[in-house]
């Protein structure tokens, strides 16, 4: 009797640990079920290892996300965020630790510009989306299955703060070969950075 209630006992804690190792995994699919695309000349960009090659031109972001949520960018001229920003990274203390995603310290910004700290390294527009008539986006797409927001990029503004003076440069006039952009859907614990919230792409411009 006792040998069969051990081998139930054993039977039960396998499928508990069956269905919450599944569960993590529809979990783990559903939270990194959002894309980045990069558009140019109503084209998308194909990249099978995340670095886009651009012409120094007009392009578009596109966030496809299965529902609508803020997104967060930040913009680098060299790879430092790439290095600093990973999952676990906590983002609510952000005057004592000056690193991106920090709460309370995205800004907007212009229409058509992205923005590179080039001092701190912690700036980061807030693409936000509130409802059809509140949000910062170009475009906005909304079905019953996925949500597009589309930012379009003409220029960089380059933000310094001694002097405190920002630069505004057409792509055209970039001459830089790289932009490292981290984007980030925090959806869940909003004081860390959680596996699936982040996504890293390289534009290389030709």
Same mark, same amino acid.
């Given at each position: 009797?006792?040998?069969?209630?051990?081998?139930?006992?054993?039977?039960?804690?396998?499928?508990?640990?069956?269905?919450?190792?599944?569960?993590?995994?529809?979990?783990?699919?559903?939270?990194?079920?959002?894309?980045?695309?990069?558009?140019?000349?109503?084209?998308?960009?194909?990249?099978?290892?995340?670095?886009?090659?651009?012409?120094?031109?007009?392009?578009?972001?596109?966030?496809?996300?299965?529902?609508?949520?803020?997104?967060?960018?930040?913009?680098?001229?060299?790879?430092?965020?790439?290095?600093?920003i990973n999952?676990?990274?906590?983002?609510?203390?952000?005057?004592?630790?000056?690193?991106?995603?920090?709460?309370?310290?995205?800004? #907007?910004?212009?229409?058509? /510009? =992205? !923005?590179?700290?080039?001092?701190?390294?912690?700036?980061?527009?807030? *693409?936000?989306? $509130?409802?059809?008539?509140?949000?910062?986006?170009?475009?906005?797409?909304?079905?019953?299955?996925?949500?597009?927001?589309?930012?379009?990029?003409?220029?960089l503004v380059?933000?310094?703060?001694?002097?405190?003076?920002?630069?505004?440069?057409?792509?055209? #006039?970039?001459?830089?070969? /790289? =932009? !490292?952009?981290?984007?980030?859907?925090?959806?869940?614990?909003?004081? *860390?950075?959680? $596996?699936?919230?982040?996504?890293?792409?390289?534009?290389?411009?030709?």
């Amino acid at each position: 009797m006792i040998r069969k209630y051990w081998q139930y006992t054993f039977l039960i804690l396998i499928s508990v640990s069956w269905i919450g190792c599944n569960l993590k995994q529809i979990e783990s699919k559903k939270q990194n079920d959002w894309v980045v695309e990069i558009v140019q000349d109503g084209e998308v960009i194909s990249s099978p290892n995340q670095e886009y090659r651009l012409q120094k031109n007009p392009f578009t972001i596109r966030i496809r996300l299965p529902k609508p949520h803020h997104v967060q960018l930040n913009v680098l001229n060299k790879d430092d965020n790439f290095k600093r920003i990973n999952p676990d990274l906590p983002i609510d203390s952000c005057p004592e630790t000056m690193q991106p995603f920090c709460i309370g310290m995205g800004f #907007s910004g212009e229409t058509g /510009r =992205l !923005y590179i700290d080039e001092e701190y390294g912690e700036g980061h527009l807030f *693409l936000y989306y $509130e409802n059809e008539n509140d949000h910062n986006w170009d475009r906005v797409e909304i079905s019953e299955t996925q949500t597009v927001f589309e930012r379009d990029v003409f220029g960089l503004v380059f933000q310094r703060y001694h002097p405190n003076e920002d630069e505004f440069i057409l792509l055209q #006039s970039f001459t830089g070969p /790289r =932009l !490292y952009l981290v984007f980030l859907v925090n959806d869940r614990d909003r004081n *860390l950075i959680n $596996e699936g919230e982040l996504k890293k792409i390289i534009l290389s411009f030709e």
